[in-house]
């Protein structure tokens, strides 16, 4: 299965001006952890971190700075990590180990971001495998039984009177 068939295609961007409080209303407003942060040059806006939930928190709240002198490009991650969208679920889950991150950008043939997938996202899609896995196993025992089942029943012993020959 690609990566694609589980990414989000939902993606937020945020421009990397923004306040930290309109990065977290955005955030609330839609129900997602992360948002891309983008810059405008002459060409249009292009993708140059991502600030989640965890950066308020983390990076903002607990070190108790000034959050009304910060915008989403002063705390955004600025190691874009993606996988393409034909990329397979183990390739994106190394890809996610190799660079110690939880999100993914997906991008497109062409390099554009076509989605976001979560180790949420592949741990969801692997549950659904498992339990589609778990059901063709309960199956297979329910049918095994019935056709022991219908074997037993056609061959059932056929009782003789004692002193029958043979016996």
Do not use: C, K
Not at 53 to 69: I, Q, Y
């Amino acid at each position: 299965m690609s990566i694609a068939a589980i990414s989000r295609t939902d993606v937020l961007s945020v421009d990397q001006h923004a306040s930290l409080r309109e990065a977290a209303s955005l955030m609330r407003e839609h129900h997602v952890g992360v948002l891309v942060v983008t810059a405008s040059d002459g060409q249009g806006s292009q993708a140059i971190g991502m600030l989640t939930d965890r950066d308020l928190v983390v990076e903002v709240m607990a070190r108790d700075l000034a959050w009304n002198d910060l915008t989403a490009g002063d705390i955004a991650t600025r190691t874009l990590v993606s996988v393409r969208a034909d990329a397979d679920i183990a390739d994106a889950v190394a890809t996610m180990n190799n660079a110690g991150v939880r999100r993914l950008l997906v991008t497109g043939s062409h390099g554009e971001i076509t989605g976001i997938v979560s180790h949420d996202d592949i741990i969801e899609s692997l549950a659904a495998q498992l339990a589609g896995v778990a059901l063709a196993m309960r199956h297979g025992v329910t049918r095994e039984a019935a056709q022991r089942q219908q074997l037993i029943e056609h061959r059932r012993p056929v009782f003789l009177p004692y002193g029958t020959p043979g016996m």
